[in-house]
């Protein structure tokens, strides 16, 4: 029985568990450039809103993940990396972008705050239980539109209720989606990761 509790301990996130290697350093370099590659993948699913520059995309999902599954530093560290070379002209902002000017750059630097505050949270527990995990995504969710509904009123012109009309209520349902997702698969990857503890 003990053994169980050694995967699970507080202070840990999903990443920690992989086998210890002599070039830790390497496997995070890994996850960090994998996490990077998991959000711009996940970025080319994009579904144009109508109404809206700001299409429906599975970024936002992934970088919960990427912050959950790699806490606090990896997942700031892997957002960073993707906002950067998206930045500099990686194709893989939602549906192809790149670039610091669009209307939806605004809700890429949301989430690099989120998988970091996300991240620290998993650290704390937050991705343990069901309840748990749907507090953390709905924070993290919360973070990525304080900051994404901003920047597109400002980059363009919108009024603070069409930003919110264009930016925030039409996404809401597929974020409860996301969170439904991660509410089943982050507590049951503990679960296993426990059994074979």
Do not use: C, E, N
């Not at 290697?21 to 450039?33: I, S, W």
């Not at 994009?46 to 959950?68: C, D, E, K, N, R």
């Amino acid at each position: 029985m003990s053994t169980a509790a050694a995967p699970v301990r507080t202070g840990a996130v999903l990443a920690d568990l992989l086998p210890a290697v002599r070039h830790r350093y390497a496997v995070d370099t890994a996850l960090v450039v994998g996490g990077a590659a998991l959000t711009g993948i996940a970025a080319q699913i994009a579904v144009p809103i109508p109404g809206s520059p700001v299409p429906v995309t599975g970024q936002t999902f992934a970088a919960l993940l990427v912050g959950t599954a790699l806490g606090a530093r990896r997942g700031f560290l892997s957002l960073a990396v993707y906002a950067l070379v998206g930045m500099v002209g990686m194709p893989w902002f939602a549906g192809g972008s790149s670039g610091a000017g669009g209307a939806s750059f605004g809700y890429v630097l949301g989430m690099l705050l989120a998988a970091t505050v996300v991240g620290d949270l998993a650290r704390r527990g937050g991705d343990r239980s069901v309840l748990r995990t749907a507090g953390t995504m709905v924070l993290g969710s919360a973070i990525i539109y304080a900051v994404g509904v901003p920047y597109l009123a400002l980059s363009t012109g919108m009024s603070a209720s069409a930003a919110i009309a264009a930016g925030l209520v039409p996404f809401l349902l597929g974020d409860a989606l996301k969170a439904a997702l991660a509410m089943g698969a982050l507590p049951a990857a503990w679960k296993l990761v426990g059994r074979r503890g």
